[in-house]
């Protein structure tokens, strides 16, 4: 699994990032299990609640193609450093990941950081 590649791709999609509000862009790149990549980016709405984060658009556009697992996934923000998903993306990739988890690519400081999804969401929800 190449996770610069993945990581790469998510820079690629955060470039297309609507946030006029937050001014923080976000793009994410998922590896579904069939081999493709899926990218989404954030875009927000000046009803806050119906902004839509860059993991969850990725997501959906895997969910779309016909995906129904995804094998790894990386977000970046040229606004941070180590851009870890948030709570509500975090139930999101509980739903379409293994049960052992997923690489969780970020890029911090000094390259790329890898944490396995259970670090981030420890006791996650599923039926």
Do not use: W
Not at 35 to 43: A, D, E, L, S, V
């Amino acid at each position: 699994m190449d996770y610069q590649f993945l990581m790469e791709k998510a820079k690629e999609a955060s470039k297309n990032s609507y946030s006029p509000y937050s001014h923080f862009a976000v793009g994410a790149c998922v590896l579904g299990e069939s081999g493709n990549y899926y990218y989404g980016c954030n875009f927000e709405n000046s009803s806050f609640g119906l902004t839509i984060c860059a993991e969850r658009n990725a997501i959906g556009n895997a969910i779309a193609n016909g995906e129904k697992q995804i094998k790894a996934i990386a977000i970046y923000s040229p606004n941070r450093e180590d851009c870890p998903p948030c709570g509500a993306c975090r139930q999101v990739i509980s739903e379409f990941s293994a049960p052992e988890g997923i690489p969780v690519i970020t890029l911090g400081a000094d390259g790329l950081i890898t944490r396995n999804f259970n670090e981030l969401f420890p006791g996650r929800f599923q039926l």
